[in-house]
């Protein structure tokens, strides 16, 4: 793969316009309840687990835009700026061609992904994102087929294929902006998918790696597969931290794991960045592992001075080696200063790239009460949701 090293803005198509004729339900296939929430639901759920911000289009039937717009504004919570829904057509083809068509002039990298595939995470768009970026190629995640094949005629079988060469090909499929809009004016059929038309258009396409729970929900069968999924032997466990720390004059400011010039400092065995301290107790004490002190003491040399993103580095591999995945970390800062201002967006940003799930950051005050009321310091509360995922 040839490597290339750009700037890119993510747009995420998401297809929801097609009827679902064989799952057979009265609601078009992206409608239908799993679980109680909407397939669709469920689908922009994986795509606001994805690290990077992105562009989102939903492309619904005319008769579901206004249920689809209240899905879509619910799914993406804080970020409903960065989602909108149009009108799909009869064909797959014309419903992405839709969304293409509204995406904003500095998207330089799409992903199509099909609503169907609900239950898709968020680290397989991030897998699509950065082969993209590296190769400017087409990529589609997939798998390996397991089965063996027969070819027929009929009903005869005329030939094994070597399945070795074959592979489940997935959404979402990932390609440079650009080529794919001109494969698109180009195409003079349908294809079943959006690699298909960019490789007949003479584009290169290549795989990473797909995800088991990436499949396509089209029958009855498809669907209790998929409930069986979220609904057995699922288990989410909560947990609280808070740190608190003192200013200090002579130390610089790390707080979430960025730095805030001409900002009073914090004291601490290591940066004292108690926004990160806070978050990595919780993620700990949801996953039933103690608190930092009993991971990170201040008796280790090894964390003397360490910033903020050392910690929760460590943290996250631990609660994973427990057997849990992240959900979300809720964090609220209760301090005079520093103000989070124009900076919670990107601090945001950052600890949910360091986390690897959203993260939320809010700040308030004690008006005046108690020692952040007088200025002496800052205190963090954080709450994390974690799932088990043996």
């Known amino acids: 793969m040839a490597q290339r090293d750009w700037h890119s803005v993510i747009g995420i198509i998401v297809v929801a316009a097609g009827s679902g004729?064989?799952?057979?339900?009265?609601?078009?296939?992206?409608?239908?309840?799993?679980?109680?929430?909407t397939i669709l639901e469920h689908a922009l759920g994986g795509v606001f687990r994805s690290v990077e911000p992105a562009q989102v289009v939903v492309v619904a039937p005319r008769s579901h835009l206004e249920l689809a717009r209240e899905i879509s504004a619910r799914a993406a919570g804080a970020a409903s700026g960065a989602i909108s829904v149009v009108v799909g057509a009869e064909y797959r083809q014309a419903s992405v061609a839709a969304g293409l068509a509204v995406l904003n002039s500095d998207v330089d990298i799409v992903l199509v992904h099909d609503a169907a595939r609900a239950l898709t995470p968020g680290e397989c768009f991030d897998r699509v994102t950065r082969a993209v970026r590296i190769g400017a190629v087409g990529i589609i995640p997939s798998l390996p087929v397991s089965d063996t094949i027969k070819r027929v005629e009929s009903l005869t079988v005329i030939e094994?294929?070597?399945?070795?060469?074959?592979?489940?090909?997935?959404?979402?499929?990932?390609?440079?902006?650009?080529?794919?809009?001109?494969?698109?004016?180009?195409?003079?059929?349908?294809?079943?998918?959006?690699?298909?038309?960019?490789?007949?258009?003479?584009?290169r396409v290549e795989t990473v790696e797909?995800?088991?729970?990436?499949?396509?929900?089209?029958?009855?069968?498809?669907?209790?597969?998929?409930?069986?999924?979220?609904?057995?032997?699922?288990?989410f466990r909560t947990g609280v931290g808070m740190d608190v720390h003192a200013y200090d004059e002579t130390q610089p400011l790390w707080l979430g794991g960025l730095y805030w010039p001409d900002e009073v400092g914090l004291a601490g065995?290591?940066?004292g960045d108690a926004l990160c301290h806070?978050?990595?107790?919780?993620?700990?004490?949801?996953?039933?592992?103690?608190?930092?002190?009993?991971?990170?003491?201040?008796?280790?040399?090894?964390?003397?001075?360490?910033?903020?993103?050392?910690?929760?580095?460590?943290?996250?591999?631990l609660v994973g080696a427990a057997g849990f995945a992240v959900g979300n970390v809720s964090v609220q800062l209760v301090a005079r200063h520093p103000r989070l201002g124009s900076r919670r967006i990107e601090l945001e940003r950052h600890l949910t790239a360091l986390v690897g799930a959203p993260v939320s950051v809010a700040a308030t005050t004690t008006d005046g009460l108690g020692f952040?009321?007088?200025?002496?310091g800052v205190a963090v509360i954080a709450t994390a949701l974690v799932q088990s995922n043996r």
């Open 278 to 317: 806070a978050l990595c107790d919780a993620l700990l004490s949801a996953a039933g592992l103690g608190d930092i002190g009993g991971h990170f003491g201040t008796d280790d040399p090894r964390f003397a001075g360490a910033h903020g993103d050392v910690f929760i580095a460590e943290t996250v591999a």
């Open 269 to 271: 065995h290591s940066d």
């Open 160 to 203: 094994t294929v070597d399945r070795d060469a074959l592979v489940h090909g997935q959404t979402p499929q990932g390609f440079p902006r650009a080529e794919l809009e001109a494969a698109y004016a180009a195409a003079t059929q349908e294809f079943t998918d959006d690699a298909a038309l960019f490789s007949a258009a003479g584009h």
């Open 21 to 37: 004729t064989r799952l057979g339900g009265s609601e078009p296939k992206a409608f239908v309840a799993l679980n109680g929430i």
């Open 372 to 376: 952040t009321g007088r200025s002496e």
């Open 210 to 235: 797909g995800d088991a729970r990436a499949f396509k929900i089209t029958t009855p069968w498809d669907l209790q597969r998929a409930e069986r999924m979220l609904g057995v032997g699922a288990t």
